[in-house]
Nanobody, 120 residues
Framework: QVQLVESGGGLVQAGGSLRLSCAAS????????MGWFRQAPGKEREFVAR????????YYADSVKGRFTISRDNAKNTVYLQMNSLKPEDTAVYYC?????????????WGTGTLVTVSS
């Protein structure tokens, strides 16, 4: 069973930056798609970004395009989400997600989430 552990969340002012990390327990994920979803208070969970196994293909939600960058280091079984120009509407719990095939509703494995709060 793959375990995903997120870190890097916290409180930041609007316009600031944070980098989230997600470490996987098994090297199997080096062959998997990895992604980030988020859930804001009172809202449904939504897709943020994904990256293919090699890091050569990425895809972003329109709401974060140009501000967020997803990357991965397969030697460390880790995926990152660099978040710049943060806005209050980016406030949410961010979840790491992974699986062999990407689906819009989420893949096989989920982390427990890390809270990002952006103050105005």
């Amino acid at each position: 069973q793959v375990q995903l552990v997120e870190s890097g969340g916290g409180l930041v002012q609007a316009g600031g930056s944070l980098r989230l990390s997600c470490a996987a327990s098994e090297r199997t994920v080096s062959t998997y798609v990895m992604g980030w979803f988020r859930q804001a208070p009172g809202k449904e969970r939504e897709f943020v970004a994904r990256i293919n196994w090699s890091g050569g293909s990425t895809y972003y939600a329109d709401s974060v395009k140009g501000r967020f960058t997803i990357s991965r280091d397969n030697a460390k079984n880790t995926v990152y989400l660099q978040m710049n120009s943060l806005k209050p509407e980016d406030t949410a719990v961010y979840y790491c997600n992974s699986g062999p095939v990407f689906t819009t509703g989420g893949m096989n494995y989920w982390g427990t989430g890390t809270l990002v709060t952006v103050s105005s």
